[in-house]
């Protein structure tokens, strides 16, 4: 913990070794630091946000994300904590679908169904990278991803671009190109606690959701392909309330949010989707999005056995993911936004985490 520096500062950008991966890759580390003093790391293993760290309401520094100090963690039992996640994010039924009347199939590596892009996902992947002063100080990270890979059909290629705003911002950009047509879904799985960077529960987090509609799943976490009203369910974040609130009455096993809001802006413009506050510490949290839908996941299958930062013990409900995203399983919704990207055109989406002290 340190204070903030009232004094504004220079921002910065400081690149360093993050160890080399059990292939035998170097790793590199990017700490980007705004005026006042907050920072994000980011790793090229994953494109990884590891660390962010902005002020509470006494203008002390600390990080509202869980993660690991190693690579090996990284690579070994990382549940995606803060990765970058693609080619398709979350789940696709059975790992089955069709592009144009051609049919693929890519590997099912939870339960009978494809999650987060595979076995090898964008997560797992090195990527380039590069920084700038853009927006704030800025690291980009560029990937190949060629045609086959995890069975996905096109050579992709995928530009992230993550900046620290001089007003507390974490701003993602994504961009992605193909040559042949192909589902697409980019997110980033960073897992947030405003309170004390994975400690102790979020169940008292007080949030807020755009969202007045989600889409109803099945016990293996796949849309039925209804969009449902919220209202008289647990997912109703339409007014704020805290996050324990209403959890035990989703379904289980196991309990909490791992739902797709639909957000009422339907993508397109960036526009509010989730507000997360945190009493303790003032912290607060807006995410804004270009996407339809985001994830609410709450850390559910989180039960003690990771080991993170700080000797912390990530217990379920430690944490809360808003992915923003396209809905789940959308390839085989013909009625969800569409997510298959065109040879010709531009995947382009934003995603910004902003923060603020005070509960608005
Ligand atoms: C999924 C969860 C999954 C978690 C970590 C979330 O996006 O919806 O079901 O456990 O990611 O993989």
């Not at 690149?15 to 705004?34: I, R």
């Not at 807006?286 to 912390?312: A, C, D, H, M």
Request: proline residues 7%; negative net charge.
């Amino acid at each position: 913990m340190f204070q903030a520096n009232l004094v504004p500062m220079i921002p910065r950008i400081e690149k360093k070794s993050f160890g080399t991966t059990q292939a035998g890759e170097p790793v590199h580390q990017f700490t980007l630091t705004n005026a006042t003093g907050a920072s994000a790391t980011l790793i090229d293993y994953g494109a990884t946000l590891t660390r962010l760290l902005v002020p509470d309401k006494n203008k002390q520094m600390g990080d509202v994300v869980l993660g690991f100090d190693d690579l090996r963690s990284y690579e070994d039992q990382s549940p995606y904590f803060g990765a970058t996640v693609g080619r398709v994010a979350n789940r696709i039924a059975h790992g089955l679908f069709a592009v144009d009347e051609r049919r693929y199939a890519v590997p099912v590596n939870n339960g009978p169904h494809h999650l987060h892009g595979g076995f090898k996902g964008y997560d797992k992947r090195i990527w380039a990278a590069d920084t700038a002063m853009a927006e704030g100080p800025s690291v980009r990270f560029t990937l190949l991803d060629p045609d086959g890979t995890e069975g996905y059909p096109g050579n992709v290629r995928v530009t992230v671009i993550f900046s620290l705003t001089h007003d507390n911002a974490l701003k993602i950009q994504y961009f992605a190109t193909t040559d042949k047509p192909t589902p697409i879904n980019l997110t980033n799985h960073a897992y947030f606690n405003l309170k004390d960077g994975g400690q102790s529960d979020v169940l008292g987090h007080i949030l807020q959701a755009h969202a007045d509609f989600y889409t109803p799943a099945d016990a293996d976490l796949i849309p039925i392909g209804k969009i449902a009203t919220v209202s008289g369910t647990p997912f109703d974040f339409t007014q704020p309330k805290s996050i324990g609130k209403d959890l035990q009455a989703t379904d289980g096993p196991p309990k909490g949010y791992d739902h797709n809001l639909v957000l009422r802006s339907h993508g397109g413009s960036l526009s509010p989707a989730v507000t997360a506050y945190e009493p303790a510490t003032g912290r607060r949290l807006e995410v804004w999005t270009t996407e339809p839908g985001v994830q609410l996941y709450t850390g559910n299958f989180l039960n003690g056995s990771i080991k993170g930062r700080n000797n912390s013990v990530y217990q379920q409900y430690h944490a809360f993911c808003v992915e923003a995203q396209h809905y789940p399983d959308s390839i085989n919704h013909p009625k969800f936004p569409e997510t298959v990207l065109h040879p010709g055109t531009v995947y382009r989406q934003i995603t910004e985490y902003r923060f603020f002290v005070g509960e608005k």
